[in-house]
């Protein structure tokens, strides 16, 4: 079982920075596949950023690329999203994502099995 903890979403200003994180419990967190998603009011839940187990290689959704920055620290069983140049229409809540069974990135919810209860950012003009 991997239970998935997110933090640091709240109230920003346009053009404001974000730094969420992700607690994940797990012996072998190092080989997960971890993900940020996030869903805004009325839309689906949509693929924002996902690092492989070595962290060498990242995956950006386009509207996030060159903002955001997705990192993991293995020795703290942590991902983090770095959210740099924040717009409203960034507004959502994130939701951190594990991919326990398989080390290839997916950009599609079903195949992540394990899910955060999401943390709340909110972007103001």
């Known amino acids: 079982q991997v239970q998935l903890a997110e933090s640091g979403g709240r109230l920003v200003q346009a053009g404001g920075s974000l730094r969420l994180s992700c607690a994940a419990s797990g012996r072998t967190f190092s080989s997960y596949v971890m993900a940020w998603f996030r869903q805004a009011p009325g839309k689906e839940r949509a693929f924002v950023a996902a690092i492989r187990w070595s962290s060498l290689s990242t995956y950006y959704a386009d509207s996030v690329k060159g903002r955001f920055t997705i990192s993991r620290d293995n020795a703290k069983n942590t991902v983090y999203l770095q959210m740099n140049s924040l717009k409203p229409e960034d507004t959502a809540v994130y939701y951190c994502?594990?991919?326990?069974?398989?080390?290839?990135?997916?950009?599609?919810?079903?195949?992540?099995?394990?899910w955060g209860q999401g943390t709340q950012v909110t972007v103001s003009s």
């Open positions: 994502a594990a991919r326990v069974y398989s080390r290839g990135v997916s950009y599609n919810t079903d195949d992540y099995e394990y």
